[in-house]
């Protein structure tokens, strides 16, 4: 058996210590961190932005009201499709080995709170391009802040999941090349 065989799943007091990572083995278990870390951080940067130009000062950028909503939308369909992608290539097979990419579990249930939030924003947009006299910075702020926190702590806790301490558990680095990412 070699140190790349995944480990059966150990409660905390019996969980074994595992010896540290070579710089090449580091590199192949974090890679999936990595990618996931460089997705999340441009829709982060995208819902700085539209929580950021929500009051007006995307004026002082060069962008219309049109073009910031369409940069919300924009952000929202970014958020939907890279869930979407997630729940059904990814996710299905990290829960073959990891329980909390499975039905119900953290990843999953994140999403769904996040959605609740971007279905907010939807229906703001939708409604402030049908009329943007009725725009209200706060109103669009609400919106997003519906969600802030529930998004930031999945980001962050998915890319957790997916760092070379945590995936060596689960796989070795051979395994690693069928995970669709």
Do not use: C
Not at 20 to 34: D, E, I, R, S, V
Not at 142 to 157: G, I, N, Q, V, W
Not at 162 to 180: C, F, G, H, Q, V
């Amino acid at each position: 058996m070699s140190s790349e065989t995944p480990k059966v799943q150990q409660t905390a007091e019996e969980e074994e210590v595992l010896p540290p990572l070579t710089p090449f083995q580091h590199t192949k278990y974090n890679a999936l961190a990595k990618k996931m870390q460089y997705f999340h951080s441009y829709l982060q940067g995208e819902f700085e932005q539209a929580y950021e130009f929500a009051d007006g000062s995307y004026t002082k950028r060069g962008m219309s009201f049109k073009s910031y909503l369409n940069s919300v939308d924009q952000f929202r369909m970014h958020l939907t499709m890279h869930h979407d992608i997630e729940e059904a290539h990814v996710f299905p097979k990290l829960a073959e080995r990891m329980p909390e990419f499975r039905e119900n579990e953290r990843h999953k249930t994140s999403h769904k709170l996040i959605h609740d939030g971007l279905d907010r924003v939807e229906v703001a947009v939708k409604a402030f391009k049908k009329d943007p006299t009725k725009y209200k910075p706060e109103t669009m702020r609400e919106a997003l802040d519906s969600f802030r926190e529930p998004l930031y702590t999945h980001l962050a806790e998915e890319v957790r999941d997916l760092s070379a301490e945590n995936m060596r558990k689960y796989w070795s680095i051979e395994d690693l090349k069928l995970i669709p990412m």
